[in-house]
């Protein structure tokens, strides 16, 4: 109990003495015009009367950039709304709003209403651990500029903006767990999402190059990111996406949207369910048709239970579809499961211009990596299974590495 008290008398203690060292920096300054205003530090709504005068010092300066972060070092399972600086947008009229191009806001509160006329310039916009209260889009005025906007941690209905944002390349929406994202952003780049399945419509992006996709689900999600997903990012040229499947879950909705800009895949798989049943992996070889200019494919897979070795003789029995283009491709987390068989066999036979294909039985998806010592058993019946039933009769030695 002293330790925690001690601790707390210390932040205490540094957050007055920051506070002052501001207040004192602010009486010094006599600059009518800032190009830069940054405070990053843990201040709560108790410090309220400071911080709106540093804000209306950054507003009487004309920052054009503005940093507000009040959430450095915090945990995630300590946020604590009700203790949240709710940030004044009231000052942020026409005339002085007009003045900011970037604003970075952090663990403050903000409640944006309809006749919000700032930010006509703003260019790029970062929230972290903000709670929204209200209409997104009145943050976002009519005449937009903004480019770059990231949203995570934040705590929102929903993100969905009415008007067109014909300059925004670059998006992150990270962990709201929103209900809908909607925006039209014909000329986005760079796209980034890590959230629940949720619609999302994007106003079909042309020129968009890469979509890094994570999606939290305990049950099957091919469907999704096979017609969802695939219809939201018809042009990307990279694609990267976390999510899970079933062995379990045979069907799955054809889509006739085709991925033809696709030329990079990278798919990062946890799998359950029981390792006999095949269908639910062997589903990925839809992959094929989905995106014929395909070049390079990375299947980075996790099996979450025990494999079974598989002793039958495996048999490509899927219809063929020869693909063109795909040049090299590398299944990591390969620990002979049946499914994993079939489909290594129906991708090898059916990329007709298939330089390098490389089976590593090390498991490498980011989501979770076991320990080696742990998987060291899967991983020595990965790479016997991938030798004896993938090697044979020589059929793909010349493009097929095991490691």
Known sequence: MRSSNAMLGRQKTSKTRFVRRINSILQQLQSASLNKFVVKFALRKRHTAHIDRWVNFSVASRTKHLVLDLCPGMKVSSIDTDDMYTFPLHLFDASSGSCVKSLRLGFVYLMPLPDLCGFANLKKLSLHMVTITG??????????????????????????????????????????????????????????????????????????????????????????????????????????????????????????????NLRLMILKIDISGWPETTGGILRLAYILKLAPFLEELVLHMYYLNLAIPVLQTIEDTSPPHPHSHLKTIRMTGFYGLHGQLELALYLLRNATSLKCMVIDPVVRNSSYIPPLVVAEKQIYQGRITARTKLWRNNEFRGVLEIL
């Open 135 to 260: 209409e997104f889009s009145c943050l976002v005025p009519v005449c937009a500029v903004l480019e770059w906007l990231s949203i995570t941690r934040c705590r929102m209905a929903g993100l969905s903006i009415a008007q067109e944002l014909s300059q925004l390349h670059y998006l992150c929406v990270q962990f709201c767990f929103l209900l809908k994202l909607e925006i039209r952003a014909p000329n986005l780049v760079t796209f980034m999402f890590n959230d629940h399945a949720i619609p999302i419509m994007l106003g079909e992006p042309l020129k968009i190059s890469e979509a890094t996709i994570g999606l939290f689900s305990s049950s099957d999600c091919f469907n999704y990111v096979f017609t969802d997903l695939v219809n939201a990012l018809s042009h990307v040229q990279s694609l990267s996406i976390n999510f899970k499947i079933n062995t379990e879950v045979l069907g799955f909705v054809k889509n006739p949207t085709r991925l033809t």
